[in-house]
């Protein structure tokens, strides 16, 4: 069979949009899991937390986080009387092994577990040059590291530190919420190892989800929101103070 | 036809330009990932794979299925609302398959970890100056972990 060069022309693009649809595939399906059934987020109840560190521990013991490298970590802030421009904040090894005694004086003290705050309109999302960080139909931010390059663009757009350069995959790491523990059914690490109930995971389009009776009834904030992230993680009682 | 007089240079580029575009087409389909674009400007087949890491926390109501008696002792006590794997760690591995040795924890640190005195708890949150309370006796000669309280789950 002779092929001439218009019946060439004419079919090469054909074979290409044919080829196209055979490289889409079918869409891949989780059981019983409709992502947009979800829209995920998180509530902490700065009153409850305690300072034991669990929560680091469970993160990086669930998500093999890198020594030194946080997905999740818990600051300890004293605030001296009315200064609340100057607090004095410790972290140490991210409150991974909890905090030095505190001593009674005329300030206060409390602890302020921070995580990705899952921004729904994420900083660092945007800034990804090649579409490795993206906003997944239920609201969590995640980073696809077979696609990362690396760049450390996201690194600096997030306002709240919460993503790192993996110290050996050399691509962007951050918290996923647990997204191979939601997806399941599952609470994240974290939640499952606070002791007492001051992370909890919740679902905003989930409508019997208790965290809609606590917004109905806590003073709630989210941090720096006048940067417009539309962050998701909710603190409960958050102090002036944080940053 | 007259208009297209003296055009051929013109459809040769025109060929050219076809050509550039087809290949760039066929280029393009072999670097894109399949699934890029399924949701939006990513990957949509990294979602199934994030989801699809091990997990290492089993959740207390795995544990809760063999553990029944457990959850039973600590359901009336001060510790109802804390997770097994608070205190135990990881047990998914243990989950799946029993003869695994979840370990025992080491209340010598864990107790403490939670309740050693601190201006920076919460005043309502109990805490002790370990040293104090006890003078080294381990915190288990008393407090039952399951139930902490004396007298509630007794003293093991």
């Known amino acids: 069979m002779t092929i001439t060069r218009r019946q060439l022309l004419i079919l090469l693009p054909a074979a290409a949009v044919a080829w196209e649809s055979v490289l889409a595939g079918t869409p891949e399906t989780s059981p019983n899991y409709t992502m947009t059934d979800h829209w995920w987020s998180m509530l902490i109840d700065i009153p409850k937390c305690i300072g034991c560190g669990n929560c680091v521990r469970a993160c990086q013991a669930e998500n093999d986080v890198p020594d030194g490298f946080f997905r999740t970590w818990v600051e300890r802030y004293h605030v001296d009387d009315w200064h609340l421009a100057n607090p004095q904040v410790i972290s140490p090894d991210g409150g991974k092994e909890g905090f030095p005694v505190a001593k009674e004086d005329e300030g206060k003290y409390f602890f302020v577990p921070k995580l990705c705050n899952q921004c729904a309109d994420s900083p660092c999302t945007q800034v990804c040059p090649v579409g490795a960080t993206f906003i997944a139909p239920d609201g969590v931010v995640l980073v696809d590291q077979k696609y990362c390059l690396g760049c450390a663009y996201c690194v600096q757009a997030c306002p709240y530190g919460c993503r790192y350069v993996h110290p050996q995959k050399k691509v962007a790491d951050k918290c996923t919420l647990c997204y191979h523990r939601i997806t399941k059914g599952l609470t994240t690490a974290c939640c499952e190892a606070c002791p007492t109930g001051a992370r909890q995971l919740a679902d905003l389009k989930n409508p019997n989800d208790p965290i809609h009776a606590f917004l109905k009834t806590h003073s709630v904030q989210v941090l720096k929101p006048q940067m417009a992230t539309g962050a998701k993680v909710f603190y409960n009682a958050l102090d002036g103070s944080v940053r | ?156």
């Open chain 2, 1 to 156: 036809m007259r208009i297209f007089k003296d055009a051929g240079h013109l459809f040769r580029l025109a060929g050219l330009f076809a050509a550039g575009t087809l290949l760039f087409l066929v280029i393009r389909s072999f670097i894109v990932p399949r699934s890029f674009g399924q949701y939006g400007h990513y990957r949509g087949a990294a979602i199934a794979e994030i989801a699809a890491h091990p997990i290492h926390f089993a959740g207390h109501q795995t544990c809760e299925t063999c553990h029944s008696d457990i959850a039973q002792t600590k359901s009336g006590g001060k510790h109802a609302q804390v997770n097994c794997e608070a205190c135990h760690g990881p047990q998914a591995k243990h989950a799946d398959d029993p003869s695994i040795d979840p370990g025992k924890p080491d209340t010598a640190v864990l107790c403490v970890r939670c309740h050693a005195a601190s201006a920076a708890r919460p005043n309502d949150f109990p805490q002790v100056d370990a040293e104090q309370h006890a003078g080294g006796v381990p915190c288990q000669t008393c407090h039952q972990p399951h139930s902490p309280a004396i007298g509630a789950g007794g003293a093991k």
